[in-house]
């Protein structure tokens, strides 16, 4: 697989993470990539940067290092309904989300809840991935939210960073990756780097996906035009449709 995106990555705008925007893009620049998804957490997260940090982000170039820069946030679900901690005025100024569940942000459930709050989030246009969605303690029903996001034409997230997790990672391997095979649902590879040598450091995840013959065309970030064809069809601007300074 020749991965050409991370689409889900922090800076020190959030003080858990430890490298700059133009550290990132640098990483990124060297591993081959063509684009970066810069995607400090929400309001909601404890170490969150303020709303203006988001509101904001037009200031950051289109292109660092000849890596295309995507002004993303990694959003919080708060509800069962799908709700986000993000506002108006961060909404309009991000082009990318990551929605994701933290334990610091979202209520604790049962599966009917968690799976509830999954699909709800899903109309929401500006939300093109769900964020490492392995977490035990966030059961769902796996089946019908990746036949919702094959519908609704959003990723699952396969997150590098949760091989530190090994029951994270057994859900990926057993049940998440195999039943997104079966429903044609797409993923996406994302390093979640909190330090910039982790940006586009897919190694683990390639062999796992080469381990379980996971379809490569559902790979969105493993080809080029696949994954241009889908932000575009999204509304996001590829390369193509900016020019590199």
């Not at 990539?33 to 909601?44: F, R």
């Not at 999954?118 to 500006?126: A, E, I, Q, R, T």
Request: with cysteine; proline share 4%; net charge negative.
């Amino acid at each position: 697989m020749k991965f050409v995106a991370d689409m889900h990555t922090h800076t020190i705008a959030c003080t858990h993470a430890y490298s700059t925007i133009t550290e990132n893009a640098k990483a990124a620049s060297e591993r081959g990539l063509s684009y970066i998804a810069l995607t400090d957490h929400s309001v909601k997260m404890p170490d969150s940067p303020h709303e203006w940090h988001f509101c904001n982000m037009r200031v950051i170039p289109d292109f660092l290092y000849g890596v295309r820069i995507i002004k993303g946030i990694e959003a919080n679900l708060i509800d069962y309904e799908g709700r986000l901690d993000i506002n108006e005025y961060i909404y309009g100024n991000v082009e990318f989300i990551v929605a994701s569940m933290h334990g610091d942000c979202m209520p604790y459930g049962t599966e009917e809840q968690i799976t509830s709050a999954y699909l709800g989030v899903l109309d929401n246009p500006k939300v093109f991935v769900l964020g490492h969605t392995d977490s035990p303690d966030f059961p769902f029903d796996v089946e019908a939210v990746t036949k919702a996001c094959k519908e609704k034409n959003v990723a699952i997230e396969f997150n590098v960073s949760r091989f530190r997790s090994n029951r994270s990672i057994q859900r990926l391997k057993h049940l998440i990756l195999p039943t997104c095979a079966k429903n044609g649902c797409s993923i996406i590879v994302d390093s979640d780097a909190h330090f910039h040598d982790k940006v586009g450091a897919f190694e683990q995840a390639e062999a796992l996906l080469n381990e379980i013959s996971f379809p490569e065309e559902l790979v969105l970030n493993a080809d080029l035009k696949r994954f241009e064809d889908f932000i575009s069809s999204k509304g996001l601007k590829t390369n193509s449709g900016l020019t590199a300074e």
